[in-house]
């Protein structure tokens, strides 16, 4: 009998490149050589998960019933506190029982999307960079991916009257990220309002990434949902991971129009069953605690910005501060791509960033640093790259 190799999918083929590979092994290696390695490069929270959604785990783990499937729809009491939530931060008066999902995280919600909007040939709209989730799941619900360049000169906003008329007549979805992961670029409501109507125009659906909407530092960041009439056109994904140091539990949500949010369930009910529901119940805990929880974690990395920032400009290095995210989205010096520039910093100065290039061609120009290790590793980060003739 022959066996024939395996071939995957022309679908999974057909994804952009994995550009980190490199930097990868050379973390591996400066991590195995013994090397003090300081990592920006990853977008995890470093700090524990606060005690109080911890012990509510604790608590709600014991129970029975919770052992058992969760409900496709998520828990009611889950649902009825981001409904409470959502009136409290934003004013908004959501359906706990159609406009509200709760999600395997908001990766898996923003992932599944596609396949409840796009058609074969549809045209998505994806920022350039952005999180590499959007193209991909665009892609494999079968759409052409068309570019937005995220620009510095337009706030790392996309230039929406650059789109010409024929992409919007076949595009069906457009993402959004705000506030933007890597560029740390933000919205606000006037942004959103001609998105809005920007997409009652084209029939377009709005995705927006909102996992980043609880860490800002001066202005809490806007949902696009406060726009009146938006919930005809947007979904909105939230998180709990990086607002509550907790990426590990999975546990995120979307809100949006009933028609939109319970096509995205049909998706979701024929590929998982539900979260686990003692952690339903530790994101409630967290979302019920969230005006005592959330201001000590903003300070923290306003703290670690603040600190970061000061110590680029002594050596130099011009990078604005970011208004949201816990990302410093740095320019390279001249004649640097962001490739070379990462792989100087691992190799001669032990420090991880992330390349630009990951995150889309236009950003080539620029590494992202993550203010995820304490202040002081911060500072010696950036003294140990002053040291470099670069
Ligand atoms: C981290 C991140 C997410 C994923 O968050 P989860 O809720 O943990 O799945 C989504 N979007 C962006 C832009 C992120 O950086």
């Known amino acids: 009998m022959s066996t024939t190799p395996f071939v995957k999918s022309e679908r999974l083929q057909k994804l952009p490149p994995y550009l980190f590979a490199e930097i990868d092994k050379k973390k591996k290696a400066a991590l195995a050589a013994g090397r003090d390695v300081i990592n920006l490069g990853v977008g995890d929270p470093d700090r524990p998960t606060p005690p109080t959604i911890i012990k509510s785990l604790q ?192 546990v995120g949500f979307a809100i949006g129009g009933a028609p939109q949010i319970a096509a995205l369930g049909q998706v979701k009910a024929n590929c998982d069953s539900g979260i686990f529901t003692a952690i339903q119940f530790a994101g409630k805990t967290a979302l019920d605690e969230y005006e005592t929880i959330t201001p000590p974690i903003r300070a923290l990395y306003k703290e670690r910005r603040d600190a970061f920032l000061s110590s680029l400009k002594k050596i130099g290095w011009n990078a604005t501060a970011p208004e949201a995210t816990f990302y410093v989205w740095i320019p390279c010096p001249a004649g640097y791509t962001s490739t070379e520039l990462c792989g100087r910093l691992l190799d001669e100065a032990d420090v991880v960033t992330t390349p630009g290039l990951g995150f889309g061609r236009t950003a080539d120009g620029y590494i992202r640093a993550a203010l995820t290790v304490e202040t002081p590793r911060l500072i010696e980060a950036v003294e140990r790259i002053g040291k470099l003739k670069l």
């Open 59 to 250: 608590h709600h783990v014991e129970n029975p019933a919770f052992h058992q499937y969760a409900l496709d729809q998520g828990a009611p009491e889950l649902r009825q506190s981001i409904a409470k939530f959502c009136k409290a931060r934003y004013g908004l008066d959501l359906d706990p029982n159609s406009e509200i999902l709760p999600l395997i995280g908001s990766k898996e919600g923003i992932a599944h999307f596609p396949l409840a909007v796009l058609n074969p040939g549809d045209i998505s709209l994806v920022p350039d960079p952005c999180y590499p989730v959007y193209r991909s799941s665009s892609m494999f619900a079968g759409a052409d991916v068309y570019t937005m360049p995220l620009e510095p000169s337009h706030g790392f906003r996309p230039d929406l009257d650059s789109i010409p008329t024929d992409v919007f007549n076949r595009a069906r979805l457009m993402f959004l990220n705000y506030p933007n992961n890597p560029t740390g670029g933000t919205a606000d409501l006037p942004f959103f309002e001609k998105v809005v109507n920007l997409a009652k125009t084209h029939d377009l659906v709005i995705a927006q990434d909102a996992a980043y909407n609880e860490m800002y530092f001066e202005n809490p960041a806007p949902s696009i949902l406060q726009i009146p009439g938006a919930k005809d056109v947007a979904v909105e994904f939230h998180s709990l991971s990086k607002t509550f140091n907790m990426t590990g539990w999975r």
